[in-house]
């Protein structure tokens, strides 16, 4: 990764003045929006795994706009909903199910 590159990134994951590291934030930001596209879920569950930095997550959502689709399919879902948040993270843990009836 180049020097550029590095500072864009080092300046995304900051939030604000205060130094206070952005993975929480990110936790938040994702929650929201797989809520608004899974308002009926019945978990969702944004974690960083990274130590905070925002590098990693495990995302676990459990939902019935599931029911029908095989895993791949499941997770290309919530890769194309979080398009934007995920394109620049190191690694991404998905887990998606359908609700115990």
Same mark, same amino acid.
């Given at each position: 990764m180049?020097?550029?590159?590095?500072?864009?990134?080092?300046?995304?994951?900051?939030?604000?003045?205060n130094?206070?590291? $952005?993975?929480?934030?990110?936790?938040?930001?994702?929650?929201?929006?797989?809520?608004?596209r899974?308002?009926?879920?019945q978990?969702?569950? /944004?974690?960083? /795994?990274?130590?905070?930095?925002? $590098?990693?997550?495990?995302?676990?959502? /459990? $939902?019935?706009e599931?029911?029908?689709?095989?895993?791949?399919?499941?997770?290309?879902?919530?890769?194309? /909903?979080l398009?934007?948040?995920?394109?620049d993270?190191?690694?991404?843990r998905?887990?998606?199910?359908?609700?115990?009836?």
């Open positions: 180049n020097e550029t590159k590095l500072l864009q990134l080092l300046s995304r994951l900051w939030n604000g003045s130094g206070v590291l $952005a993975g929480k934030h990110a936790e938040e930001k994702m929650i929201s929006i797989l809520r608004n899974f308002p009926q879920a978990l969702i569950e /944004v974690t960083d /795994v990274s130590g905070g930095c925002g $590098a990693m997550f495990d995302i676990n959502v /459990v $939902a019935s599931f029911k029908g689709l095989n895993t791949v399919k499941q997770h290309q879902i919530i890769n194309k /909903v398009k934007e948040e995920i394109k993270m190191h690694g991404l998905i887990r998606t199910s359908i609700p115990q009836t």
